[in-house]
Structure formats: C-alpha cells, structure tokens
C-alpha cells in the first residue's frame, strides 16, 4: 500500500488489522472498535469497516469475538501438557465455562497444588488429565494457576498403564483402572467423573 492509499478513509467493508488508520476527526467520529491518537482514527481489533455516511461515524466490527481474557479470579478447564516435579504447563481449553477457539498455557507451580507438602507434582497430576484450576497470576505470562480448594484439580484421568479412564474411589480416596486394575493417586476435584 502506497503513503496515498494509506491517509485515504477506509471504505465501508474494508478488512482492517488493529492499529490500521481508518480516517481522521475531522471527517468521522470514532465508533466501536476504534481509538483515536492525535486525531487519526485507528482500528482496535482485525475485522471489517462500518462507515455510517449519514451520521459520519467509522467503526470497526470485529471478525472474531476476543476470548475472554485469563484473568485473576477466573476458573479454567486445562488439558495437562508437561509435567516435572516443581512445574507443569496446562493447555487452557475454557475460560469460566466458554470454549476458547485458541488456547493458551499456563502454567502450575508445586506450591500452588495442595495444600500442605507434595513431593512431586507427578503424584497431583499427569499429562493428558484434564483439570480444573484458577488462575492466581496474570501479571506476567503465562499465567499462574492454583488447584488448591476442594472443587479443583483432576475431574478426569487415564491410566497411566493401559490409558482407560479412571474411576475414583471416594471411600478409598484413589483412582482405580476398571480395566487393569492399576490404582493411582492425584489431586482430585470433587466435580472428578462429572465434566
Ligand atoms: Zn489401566
């Protein structure tokens, strides 16, 4: 795109990218989706230009809707990624129950896990559990996560040995393999078995 083309006002239906000029103040108000700075008007998100000719406003309507944002206070459901014993990474599939279309990682410290001592984190989750965590963190990416508190942790499992699901055993407090019969340990949700 040639300087000319640039400071020309956008057309209406024009698919702009955030920070892409749409037009100036002096020819249009700025709607929805937009900023202004030093009089320009800027696109906000990547979707398609509304030029309003009859009340000379210019608005952007997004293409994708913004997922909802990971922030402190909201709970997530994860896929378990990798784990180590101090950390593991956690592929954030929904946010306060809405589907993300992209997902994002967090991450879970040990400390953040159980309350009180935990050896390694191997023994609260295993890769490919699902759970339900937290977020405690959104200062710095990735965010933190907590599992401590009685509805978060594992709601599912697989069998480390024959990849099943596992079944908790609420008397028993442990996870059993109907299919092998191997028992095995995690931090588990009181919601484990009903998501
Ligand atoms: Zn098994």
Redo the contacts with the bound molecule.
């Keep these: 795109m040639n300087e000319s083309e640039n400071m020309r006002a956008k057309r209406n239906l024009d698919l702009v990218t955030p920070g892409e000029r749409l037009g100036v103040i002096e020819e249009f108000q700025a709607g929805g989706g937009t900023y202004v700075e030093k009089g320009v008007i800027y696109s906000r998100a990547l979707g398609k230009v509304i030029v309003d000719l009859e009340r000379k406003r210019i608005s952007v309507q997004p293409k994708t809707r913004i997922p909802p944002l990971l922030r402190k206070g909201v709970q997530i459901l994860g896929e378990v990624q990798q784990v180590q014993d101090k950390m593991a990474t956690i592929k954030v599939l929904s946010i306060n129950g809405e589907k993300l279309s992209r997902p994002y990682t967090a991450v879970l410290h040990i400390s953040y896990a159980v309350r009180g001592f935990l050896r390694s984190l191997y023994d609260a989750l295993r890769p490919g559990d699902l759970v339900k965590a937290m977020v405690i963190g959104d200062e710095n990416l990735p965010c933190q996560l907590t599992t401590i508190g009685r509805r978060l942790g594992v709601v599912r499992a697989y069998?480390t040995?024959?990849?099943?699901p596992l079944t908790y055993n609420r008397g028993r407090k442990i996870l059993e393999?109907r299919?092998?019969?191997?028992t095995e340990r995690r931090k588990v949700s009181e919601d484990y078995g009903a998501i």
């Design positions: 069998c040995r024959c990849g099943s393999c299919e092998c019969g191997k």
